[in-house]
């Protein structure tokens, strides 16, 4: 159950409500720090009509972690274990826990928006079992992942990080590092302490891209967008186009 009156689990409870799995929904696919609010804009901006449903960390919280730990969780990296959990308990993931929902659609109108989805195994699910749903994809390097996430000081970025005093070593020692990041973009990533950013806030950054990355393959879920109608998916990169050129080119797709 999500938090919103307006959206619950289970069937529809009146005639103007609807399984969000046959709703036509535009759905974001993508990792933390690829663009998504300036998507979010755009896809608004197309459709001033659209409304925009609970977001993932709600329902992630609602309908995936609150039933599994029975509390609330903060820390990035224990929320990453639980949802792994649920998706070994429900293949689909994200996907599989927004069709388990049924909207009010005289609330969320008929083209709602659900930002979003990450990663193969999500996205191929959502792909395959909601024929209503299009998608729009957003990518960009790892490295610039973690300056927007150093820029755009979110609360909710939090995960439990090392000793930063030597930054350049912490970073070569968190977990999986060496198979998302070269030694050279480590290099790159702690001379950002030059810039003027805390070690500390690096260091805990860093650790969000890695840890999602060990979960969500974004690479892998765009190839397979790729393959669908250009009419049910759009693949954008956002650093190739920069927030303008992405908000015109989800504009004229929408």
Do not use: C
């Not at 079992?129 to 994809?137: H, L, N, Y």
């Amino acid at each position: 159950m999500t938090r919103s009156r307006h959206l619950h689990s289970g069937p529809p409870r009146g005639p103007r409500e609807a399984p969000l799995g046959e709703v036509p929904l535009t759905v974001l696919v993508g990792v933390t720090g690829v663009g998504k609010s300036t998507a979010l804009a755009a896809l608004q901006g197309a459709d001033p009509a659209a409304r925009v449903l609970p977001d993932r960390r709600q329902i992630t919280d609602d309908v995936m972690i609150l039933p599994l730990a029975g509390k609330p969780v903060a820390d990035r990296a224990e929320r990453f274990a639980l949802t792994a959990r649920y998706r070994q308990l429900h293949p689909g993931g994200m996907a599989h826990a927004v069709g388990t929902l049924t909207a009010d659609l005289d609330h969320w109108g008929e083209h709602p928006i659900f930002d979003g989805l990450r990663g193969l195994e999500e996205v191929e699910y959502a792909a395959t079992t909601f024929p209503a749903w299009r998608f729009v994809a957003l990518n960009a390097p790892d490295g610039v992942r973690v300056r927007r996430l150093l820029g755009r000081a979110d609360a909710f970025d939090q995960i439990e990080g090392g000793d930063s005093s030597d930054l350049r070593a912490e970073l070569g020692r968190l977990p999986g590092v060496g198979e998302v990041f070269t030694p050279a973009e480590l290099d790159a990533l702690a001379a950002l302490e030059v810039e003027g950013y805390s070690p500390a806030d690096v260091l805990a950054k860093t650790a969000i891209v890695v840890t999602e990355r060990q979960h969500y393959d974004p690479d892998a879920a765009s190839a397979l967008l790729r393959t669908l109608p250009f009419g049910r998916a759009l693949v954008l990169d956002t650093v190739a186009l920069g927030p303008e050129r992405v908000a015109v080119a989800i504009r004229e797709w929408a």
